[in-house]
């Protein structure tokens, strides 16, 4: 089989798109940077760490040699690694990339080393030229591979990338919208994580509808303010990669983001947290990194910031509460 499209990370997005393009009889390759993990997968044809209940089909084929696997991309490489992890992977994978590969990710977050978004490493380590795309929006994985309804917003540097990604994702069961508005796209997948994270202490400290709500709607505004100030549009930010998401990762508890923060609201220890989800809470990194990129474009994300202070400068939850409430009041658009 020479694979069409590799994707680069094997945990529960990356098998989840890949199993979805495999699906649709594209020839795919998945990679873990696990060898042991590679193997196993391998050997059982699915991933039982994270998605034990899919099969692989026999267009789905795995390896643990990053450079075999992005080398053998004819169409694309799809990157689906954590945030942290995003510009290393990049960085190794550039010499192998076929000419004519555009790359693709489904990294939700901002880049760890330089706080900017994912689309200017990308450009910085790949050039002008490589065709670019991210993949955002409301997207469980476990839903996807269960072949429940989902849509999803394709942010892509040209028309033509972005029909290619469509004719490879698009199937009864899962439908991709394109943008060209990928700093949008983008904000939207980072920002969210963050709001899940603080609707989600919110339950945890026991508030109610009302309190979250309210979390969503003016995480929605602040979104909206840091996006627009960097360039997006707000059509994006009230789509799929934004609007959407948010809600989806606020309210529902399959959202690794939203249970961190139930836990810290109840008071619980963090290491005991992060042992019992076990996966990338994006949100965590995507604090420290929003708040340090509105400061710098002088925009005011009120929740992000009282998120940051009980995530990192130890502030009691009931206190960022407070701080948020009794702001001096304002008009509800405009400032
Ligand atoms: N899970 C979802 O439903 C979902 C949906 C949309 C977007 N995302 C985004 O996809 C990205 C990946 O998240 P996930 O849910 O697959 O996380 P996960 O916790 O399920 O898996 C993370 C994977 O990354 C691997 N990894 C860790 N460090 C690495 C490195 N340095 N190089 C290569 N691989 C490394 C781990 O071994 C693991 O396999 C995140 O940015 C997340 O926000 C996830
Ligand atoms: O589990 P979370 O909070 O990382 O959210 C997963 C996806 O981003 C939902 O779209």
């Known amino acids: 089989m020479t694979p069409r499209i590799s994707v680069l990370g094997a945990g529960s997005w990356g098998t989840a798109l890949a199993l979805l393009i495999a699906r649709n009889g594209v020839p ?22 994270y998605l034990p209940h899919a099969a692989f089909p026999e267009t789905l084929a795995v390896t643990a040699d990053l450079a075999e696997a992005v080398a053998a991309a004819g169409d694309a490489v ?15 994978c550039t010499p192998h990339l076929q000419p004519e590969a555009g790359l693709m ?24 030229e490589r065709e670019l795309a991210v993949l955002s929006g409301p997207t469980f994985a476990a839903e996807v591979v269960a072949e429940l309804p989902s849509a999803i917003t394709v ?28 700093i949008g796209a983008q904000l939207g997948g980072a920002c969210k994580n963050v709001l899940a994270i603080a609707a989600g202490i919110s339950d945890g400290l026991g508030f109610g509808a009302n309190a979250r709500a309210a979390l969503i709607t003016r995480g929605l505004a ?16 009230m789509g799929l990669a934004g609007v959407g998401d948010l809600v ?40 420290r990194l929003i708040h340090e990129l509105a400061g710098r474009k002088g925009v005011d994300m009120p929740i992000t910031a ?30």
């Not at 602040?222 to 930010?237: D, K, Q, Y």
Request: glycine share 8%.
């Open 105 to 128: 990710w489904a990294t939700k977050g901002l880049d760890r080393t330089r706080g900017c978004l994912l689309h200017e490493t990308a450009r910085e380590i790949l050039g002008p």
């Open 155 to 182: 942010g892509a540097s040209s028309e033509a990338f972005g029909a290619k990604i469509v004719s490879w994702l698009h199937n009864a069961y899962f439908r991709a919208y394109t943008t060209d508005d990928l």
């Open 248 to 287: 989806l990762t606020a309210t529902d508890n399959q959202s690794r983001n939203r249970r961190f923060g139930l836990g810290v609201g109840k008071g619980r220890p963090r290491e005991e947290i992060h042992a019992e989800i076990g996966q990338e809470i994006e949100g965590i990194l995507a604090a």
């Open 222 to 237: 602040e979104m909206m303010r840091l996006s627009l100030a960097l360039g997006a549009r707000t059509e994006t930010l």
């Open 78 to 92: 799809l990157v689906a690694v954590p945030s942290h992890a995003f510009r290393a992977t990049l960085e190794l």
């Open 28 to 49: 795919t390759l998945l990679w873990s940077h696990r060898r042991e993990h590679a193997q196993t997968m391998a050997a059982e044809r699915r991933n039982a760490r």
């Open 306 to 335: 009282q998120t940051y202070r009980v995530l990192y400068e130890g502030l009691p939850p009931e206190e960022a509460v407070r701080n948020l409430l009794l702001r001096e009041p304002k008009p509800e658009w405009g400032c």
